[in-house]
């Protein structure tokens, strides 16, 4: 991804409903407001509630955006929350240069539960999403952000290894934790400032 001042970036954050999708992908704009003239965030398609399929388009640059909506195959970077939903949307909107971040942990669908359809071995997703993106970090954040205390500290580590690949300009620790500063205090704030700088240690090993 060329992350050069003149040049937008295309981000898309998916999961299902439940996940902070939304909210992750809020996060990083926040984040990156003031180093960034343009600032634009769509909810595109499925519903937002628990179990349904999530995806935000985040589009960020110095020159102007017209549309929220990013079109097909020209997405720079696809955050996943959960593998299925990152695969489906790579398919849609991934091409040569993509790089992926995808957390392994799968939130099972109704219908797999119910004995209706069975959900795809996480290996074989892994291959599909290794193989079709340029560079990829897929790990079971879910189990790591648990680890440190509470599994939802899973996507301030997904926001570290972002912050570490550097290809988002002014997404740092600087700017991540001023802004999560206003939402959390307290031992939930140093949690998620040090689930953070673990995720970005983490993209230095890929």
């Known amino acids: 991804m060329n992350n050069s001042s003149n040049t937008n970036q295309n981000i898309i954050i998916t999961g299902v409903g439940g996940q902070g999708n939304v909210t992750l992908a809020r996060l990083i704009g926040e984040s990156v407001i003031n180093d960034n003239k343009y600032i634009t965030i769509g909810e595109t398609f499925g519903a937002s509630q628990r179990g349904g399929s999530v995806m935000s388009h985040l589009r960020i640059g110095n020159s102007k955006i017209y549309s929220p909506v990013i079109p097909l195959k020209k997405a720079d970077l696809i955050i996943g929350l959960e593998p299925v939903e990152t695969l489906r949307v790579l398919i849609s909107y991934g091409n040569p240069e993509i790089i992926t971040v995808s957390n392994k942990k799968p939130i099972i669908p109704a219908n797999v539960l119910s004995g209706e359809a069975e959900y795809p071995l996480i290996e074989n997703l892994e291959e599909k999403i290794n ?7 897929i790990e079971n954040f879910t189990e790591i952000g648990i680890k440190d ?11 570290g290894v972002v912050s570490g690949l550097k290809i988002i300009s002014g997404f740092n620790e600087k700017n991540f934790t001023a802004t999560i500063s206003k939402y959390y205090f307290g031992k939930t704030l140093e949690k998620n400032i040090a689930a953070f700088l673990k995720g970005f240690k983490m993209a230095e090993i890929y």
């Open 149 to 159: 205390g509470h599994h939802l500290l899973s996507n301030s580590i997904i926001s």
């Open 131 to 137: 193989y079709l993106s340029k560079k990829t970090i």
